[in-house]
Nanobody, 114 residues
Framework: QVQLVESGGGLVQPGGSLRLFCTFS???????MGWYRQAPGIQRELVAT????????NYAERVQGRFTISRDNAKKTVYLQMNDLKPEDTAVYYC????????WGQGTQVTVSS
């Protein structure tokens, strides 16, 4: 059974950085992967995607220039480097395959607050 496990979240001050990790089981190396986030009362949104070979990558306008998605297929891990974090980035972050959606993991909480 395919499983997604997110980690790396936490509490950070505005302007700070965090790196999120998503590990996955199963034959996922051929899938494009994405990071999503969901804040309370707001629909889950896709913030970054990366294709099988590591390129191309795409970002939501609100995170463009601050977030970087990458992947290590050998480690079956997808990363999200988040810099210059803002309070509006506060959310639970999830990973999944945008074009081959699987069961959602538990997510990892990111809180940006002073």
């Amino acid at each position: 059974q395919v499983q997604l496990v997110e980690s790396g979240g936490g509490l950070v001050q505005p302007g700070g950085s965090l790196r999120l990790f998503c590990t996955f089981s199963g034959p996922w190396n051929s899938f494009a992967m994405g990071w999503y986030r969901q804040a309370p009362g707001i629909q889950r949104e896709l913030v970054a995607t990366i294709f099988t070979g590591g390129a191309p990558t795409n970002y939501a306008e609100r995170v463009q220039g601050r977030f970087t998605i990458s992947r290590d297929n050998a480690k079956k891990t997808v990363y999200l480097q988040m810099n210059d974090l803002k309070p509006e980035d506060t959310a639970v972050y999830y990973c999944n395959a945008p074009y081959n959606q699987q069961s959602w993991g538990q997510g990892t909480q990111v809180t940006v607050s002073s």
